[in-house]
């Protein structure tokens, strides 16, 4: 079976990196095991991820969503103080 490599241009983790997809870095649709491969022989790190089902995405992003905005709070917080 081949499994597609998801087909985001890019993604930012939450330690800040950026990270290119697979597909727009080398313009041509890939499999899973060729996209790991050409990652591996770059020498860079590889990130290795799943897609979240719908439900787990939402969830998600209410949490973050919660989270940034008390970020947001405690930093506007401390320039008024």
Known sequence: ???KVLDA???LTTDGRLLAGA???TG???DAQKALARALKTGRRVFIG???SKGEAAVAMG???DALAEIVSLVGYR???
Do not use: F, Q, S, W
Request: net charge negative.
């Open 79 to 81: 320039e008024r103080g």
């Open 23 to 25: 597909t727009h870095v």
């Open 9 to 11: 241009p890019m993604a």
């Open 28 to 30: 041509e649709e890939i």
């Open 1 to 3: 079976m081949v499994r």
């Open 50 to 52: 799943l897609e979240l």
């Open 63 to 65: 949490r973050l969503d």
